[in-house]
T-cell receptor
Framework: GAGVSQSPRYKVAKRGQDVALRCDPI?????LFWYQQALGQGPEFLTY????????KSGLPSDRFFAERPEGSVSTLKIQRTQQEDSAVYLC?????????????FGSGTRLTVV | KNEVEQSPQNLTAQEGEFITINCSYSVGISALHWLQQHPGGGIVSLFM???GKKKHGRLIATINIQEKHSSLHITASHPRDSAVYICGVALSNFGNEKLTFGTGTRLTIIP
């Protein structure tokens, strides 16, 4: 596609429920990032993939958070046993690797509300 | 301790005014990014800078590596420029290019 596509746009989950957020990056983009943005804050890094390899997951806040990108394209961020503090916008971004490309392409985000 | 600080946090101006948003950072970086975020929408990448100055339409971004400071300017501001502007820094341009962001500057342009 022309841009980074995220789904769903909005998700309301009951506390304790598992959720899965999808990111479809720009075709051919090697690098894929997940960020978490709390209300009124800047995005914070969660995890980074280069193709299918998860090279950095230092930002994942707990072992309830899990991300995968099995074929090096679509990525899924899974949150198990959701808590209220998980409520945030989850942003996905992709970038062509090593081309000196200008920047990142972000998706529109998934707004997760845990009730 | 925030590695990236933006000022002001909020800015309201009249249509047509010249706008300046500042970003200071405390670590060595390979690149600095300026992003625009509209309410309810995703983020648009405006500029990536490693030195000097870039211009795109009414937007100008500058960076001073020695002073660890960048500015985003908007000339002839328009209500459609109302958005949150976010500064982000990358420690490496290759490999893990994750960004560390400031908290953003909320800009409101009044007609």
């Amino acid at each position: 596609g022309a841009g980074v596509s995220q789904s769903p746009r909005y998700k309301v989950a009951k506390r304790g429920q598992d959720v899965a957020l999808r990111c479809d990056p720009i075709s051919g983009h090697v690098s894929l990032f997940w960020y978490q943005q709390a209300l009124g804050q800047g995005p914070e890094f969660l995890t980074y993939f280069q193709n299918e390899a998860q090279l950095d997951k230092s930002g994942l806040p707990s072992d309830r958070f899990f991300a995968e990108r099995p074929e090096g394209s679509v990525s899924t961020l899974k949150i198990q046993r959701t808590q209220q503090e998980d409520s945030a916008v989850y942003l996905c971004a992709s970038r062509a690797y090593g081309t000196g490309s200008n920047g990142y392409t972000f998706g529109s985000g998934t707004r997760l509300t845990v009730v | 301790k925030n590695e990236v600080e933006q000022s002001p946090q909020n800015l309201t101006a009249q249509e047509g005014e010249f706008i300046t948003i500042n970003c200071s950072y405390s670590v060595g970086i390979s690149a600095l990014h300026w992003l625009q975020q509209h309410p309810g929408g995703g983020i648009v990448s405006l500029f990536m800078l490693s030195s000097g100055k870039k211009k795109h339409g009414r937007l100008i971004a500058t960076i001073n590596i020695q002073e660890k400071h960048s500015s985003l300017h908007i000339t002839a501001s328009h209500p459609r420029d109302s958005a949150v502007y976010i500064c982000g820094v990358a420690l490496s341009n290759f490999g893990n290019e994750k960004l560390t962001f400031g908290t953003g500057t909320r800009l409101t342009i009044i007609p």
